[in-house]
């Protein structure tokens, strides 16, 4: 990862996964959605991840916060579809995050979801180019009574780098 020669190298979703400045960030984000988590309604927050090659670091370029979500809805983020993928000041878009959200909304008991990635995330980081990383329950399945403070993780779909 770096610039060698004259071509820039992008960072693996790995190399993204294991660097600190991330790690933190989407601590950060992730706890921002467990705290608007209500019974009442739910909210996924994401980014895109900005890499600085001059000093290996990793920002957000803009936190979003995704459509309130009621009842059994599924909840949803949309980013800006146009964006400028190089920051004149020489920080790349690498990546997309965003949150997926406890089921707190959801009065069904019966009801679940898969963790990880949706079909819609892996349409998106496959049309965008861009690893998709999604943070999500480690558990299998999410329910309406999985405690919000349950283990979770950060799931990698797409392609392995910037495309």
Not at 149 to 158: D, K, L, M, R, S
Request: glycine share 6%; hydrophobic share 30%.
């Amino acid at each position: 990862m770096g610039n060698e020669g004259n071509t820039l190298t992008y960072p693996t979703a790995n190399e993204i996964l294991n660097n600190s400045d991330f790690l933190e960030l989407a601590s950060i984000l992730w706890q921002k959605t467990l705290a608007n988590a209500t019974s009442e309604v739910r909210y996924e927050f994401g980014s895109y991840v900005q890499w600085d090659p001059t000093d290996n670091s990793f920002s957000w370029v803009k936190v979003i916060q995704g459509k309130p979500t009621y009842g059994n809805d599924s909840a949803t983020i949309t980013y800006d579809p146009v964006y400028n993928r190089n920051d004149p000041a020489h920080k790349y878009i690498c990546a997309s995050f965003h949150t997926h959200t406890p089921m707190t909304t959801v009065s069904d008991s019966l009801l679940y979801r898969y963790s990880g990635p949706s079909p819609k995330d892996r349409f998106n980081a496959i049309t965008t180019g861009l690893p998709g990383l999604v943070c999500d329950y480690s558990a299998t399945r999410v329910y309406p009574n999985t405690p919000k403070n349950a283990a979770y993780q950060i799931y990698h779909n797409g392609p392995e780098r910037r495309q």
